[in-house]
């Protein structure tokens, strides 16, 4: 059973324009919620994270929208450069009550078309 | 001044044998985990550790076994490896979980390319 489904796989956006990734979970205690960019041969870095507790967190070029009652958040990035050019992970875990693992999405390859 | 580092990056070895990989991070951070990242680039947790204890195992082969020599380290033993053991394996550190007001950041290490054959 896949607890956060991520969507779409692949995504292919020109220079200059909005990429927007989407993920579902589906265990309501989850409230802790980043992405990760992950570069070929890299490990997965965190991008930007949120909390339950607000509905949009903005770092830059890059937003969290988040939804509770829907359980769906989405990471958007304005004025898409090649170098955003990167597998895209969202991910969600419990906080607190001992150590947790993050639960990832299948992750979208996202190609920034000069 | 590396976060996370891993040991070896690439590991080539034939089914059958036993291999270790290492782990350390300088953050001093009280949770380390390991992650598998398949070929289609699924990740999935394996382990965690918190103050030397483990706290979690999905699901993993008993094959697998982590190893935490102190807070700072936290090394994957593989016995008998298999050729589904082939993978990306990530290692990870966090603070401590047990803290509503900690963060929940997780640092990645670079990854260990395990090809068995």
């Known amino acids: 059973q896949q607890q956060v489904k991520q969507s779409p796989q692949s995504l292919i956006v020109q220079k200059g324009g909005i990429s927007i990734i989407n993920c579902a979970y589906e265990?309501?205690?989850?409230?802790?919620f980043p992405w990760y960019q992950q570069f070929p041969g890299k490990g997965p870095a965190l991008l930007i994270a949120i909390r339950p507790d607000v509905s949009e967190k903005k770092e830059g070029r890059f937003t969290i929208s988040f939804n509770k009652s829907a359980k769906q958040f989405s990471l958007h990035i304005m004025d898409s450069q090649p170098g955003d050019s990167a597998t895209y992970f969202c991910?969600?875990?419990?906080?607190?009550?001992?150590?947790?693992?993050?639960?990832f999405g299948k992750g979208t390859h996202l190609i920034i078309q000069p | 001044d590396t976060a996370v580092s891993q040991t070896p990056k690439y590991l080539v070895t034939q089914m059958g044998n036993d291999k270790s990989i290492k782990c350390e991070q300088n953050l001093g951070h009280d949770t380390m985990y390991w992650y598998k990242q398949d070929s289609k680039k699924f990740l999935k947790i394996m382990f965690s550790?918190?103050?030397?204890?483990?706290?979690i195992n999905e699901t993993v082969p008993n094959r697998f076994s982590p190893k935490s020599p102190d807070k700072a380290h936290l090394n994957l033993h593989i016995n008998s490896l298999e050729l589904g053991d082939s993978a990306v394996y990530f290692c990870a550190s966090s603070q401590s979980r047990m803290s509503l007001s900690s963060t929940d950041t997780q640092y990645f290490g670079p990854g260990t390319r395990l090809t068995v054959l």
């Open positions: 991910a969600a875990s419990i906080v607190g009550g001992g150590a947790d693992g993050l639960t």
């Open positions: 550790y918190n103050n030397k204890e483990l706290i």
């Open positions: 265990n309501t205690a989850f409230d802790y």
